[in-house]
């Protein structure tokens, strides 16, 4: 495993984001929002979860690279990678 997969993996003990039914409705609102005309950046997408006070898993607001991070990990298990 090279260390790009190992980033994308959820470290040992740690359910993968989206095991709960707020968890998944929050992917599903982010996969919204990165697909079509209107297409939002990953900051964009924070800046509206942060907005709705839609927080993290750990109770913190969103930024982008945490959007980017729960995004490709979701993206990567549906695709079985």
Same mark, same amino acid.
Not at 63 to 73: A, C, I, L, M, P
């Given at each position: 495993? @090279? !260390?790009? /997969?190992?980033? @994308? #993996?959820?470290?040992?003990? #740690?359910?993968?984001?989206?095991? /709960?039914?707020?968890?998944?409705?929050?992917?599903?609102?982010?996969?919204?929002?990165?697909?079509? !005309?209107?297409?939002?950046?990953?900051?964009?997408?924070? #800046?509206?979860?942060?907005?709705? @006070?839609?927080? /993290?898993?750990?109770?913190?607001?969103? /930024?982008?690279?945490?959007?980017?991070?729960?995004?490709?990990? @979701? #993206?990567?298990?549906?695709?079985?990678?």
């Amino acid at each position: 495993m @090279n !260390k790009q /997969t190992e980033r @994308n #993996q959820p470290r040992p003990g #740690q359910a993968p984001f989206g095991k /709960t039914s707020d968890e998944r409705e929050i992917l599903l609102r982010i996969a919204f929002m990165r697909k079509g !005309k209107a297409k939002k950046s990953y900051e964009q997408i924070a #800046q509206q979860l942060n907005a709705e @006070n839609l927080l /993290t898993r750990l109770g913190r607001q969103w /930024t982008g690279q945490n959007v980017y991070s729960v995004f490709r990990r @979701n #993206q990567s298990r549906k695709s079985g990678r």
